[in-house]
């Protein structure tokens, strides 16, 4: 599959599908597979692009350029390669803010925006959060911090519900090999995210979905980011941070309806 050179990284991106253009951008592990049984729900109807963040996946490792500017800029370069633009872009957590930055620098390459559990900017709750994700990574180690970040992440109900998918899910990430200065330029770059005072600038349109027991991104701050964005839609589901795994026909069908209305 292909990949497109970004200020010289290699950036790794899969395609899939007919019809008309999806770009489905990660969250925080940024690699593109995590999107999981959406990636083949939206190929069901359109051209889906799912590439890999710089330093993730099978793009090149690399603290360098590890900013959400960078990464937007990273994502157009993505799509003009893919010769597929403009695109219906759709961010979950770090990828929704990159979505944010796609609509203020580079909204001639989106057709509409989908942010899914995201932040405008990091408030008190959310520096504290990941400062303890960062602090688990450096004296606990992978294993035992992915362990703890389910607890954010998850909607208790689902990981009642479902506790082996959570323990699949907790397995697979915690056998990536850790590379510590990816992990927290990563870490460093969602909490320094302050798109606040440019939001009201964008006239893509945008829907903000969010689920209601989010513990990782909660409801208040895509609300936040709702009303920052001109003619933004606005819904909480039922649901966690991870809500696309949890409820995936709930949140493709959402999207797809928001989407269908957008293709002009």
């Not at 970004?6 to 990660?26: F, N």
């Not at 993730?56 to 003009?80: F, P």
């Not at 959060?129 to 450096?138: E, I, K």
């Not at 397995?171 to 510590?180: H, I, K, L, N």
Request: with cysteine; aromatic share 8%; proline share 5%.
């Amino acid at each position: 599959m292909p990949d497109v050179t970004s200020d010289g990284v290699s950036i790794h991106y899969e395609v899939t599908g007919q019809g008309s253009p999806v770009l489905l951008l990660a969250g925080l592990a940024g690699v593109g597979a995590s999107w999981g049984p959406q990636i083949g729900l939206f190929a069901g109807r359109h051209r889906v692009i799912v590439p890999d963040h710089r330093g993730t996946g099978a793009s090149t490792h690399t603290a360098s350029g590890m900013t959400i500017t960078q990464h937007a800029l990273d994502m157009a370069r993505v799509v003009a390669d893919a010769g597929c633009g403009p695109v219906h872009a759709v961010g979950s957590s770090t990828g929704g803010a990159i979505a944010q930055v796609l609509a203020i620098h580079h909204r001639h390459w989106l057709r509409s925006a989908t942010i899914l559990s995201s932040i405008a900017r990091a408030d008190a709750f959310y520096r504290r959060q990941f400062d303890m994700r960062r602090r688990m990574l450096a004296d606990s180690g992978l294993r035992a911090s992915t362990e703890a970040n389910a607890l954010f992440l998850f909607d208790p109900a689902f990981m009642r519900d479902h506790p082996q998918q959570v323990q699949g899910w907790v397995d697979a990430t915690a056998s990536v090999a850790f590379e510590r200065e990816i992990a927290f330029a990563r870490i460093d770059m969602i909490v320094g995210h302050d798109a606040f005072d440019a939001l009201p600038s964008i006239t893509t349109p945008t829907l903000v979905l969010v689920g209601k027991r989010d513990f990782c991104a909660p409801a208040h701050l895509s609300a936040e980011l709702a009303e920052r964005i001109p003619g933004a839609e606005f819904a909480v589901l039922d649901g966690g941070h991870f809500i696309f795994l949890e409820k995936p026909a709930l949140l493709h069908d959402t999207v797809e309806a928001f989407i269908a209305r957008h293709e002009g």
